[in-house]
């Protein structure tokens, strides 16, 4: 299966606590962290709900 390099590109000061935990779900703690994850449905919805703070690409 495929993996995916997820970068948080932006800060999550002032975005909806919704999102904040998202973010936190997906292992994600500050600026420019990154971590590689499995390519998975439910990793692709949680990142569509917060693809404005990252950057993903193929690992």
Do not use: Y
């Not at 000061?13 to 919704?18: A, F, M, R, V």
């Not at 600026?31 to 990252?54: A, C, F, N, W, Y």
Request: charged share 30%.
């Amino acid at each position: 299966m495929a993996s995916l390099k997820i970068t948080l590109a932006k800060s999550v000061i002032g975005t909806n606590p919704k999102q904040r935990a998202t973010v936190e779900a997906l292992g994600l703690r500050k600026r420019e962290h990154s971590v590689i994850k499995e390519d998975t449905p439910q990793l692709r919805g949680m990142i569509e709900k917060v693809k404005h703070l990252l950057k993903v690409e193929q690992a």
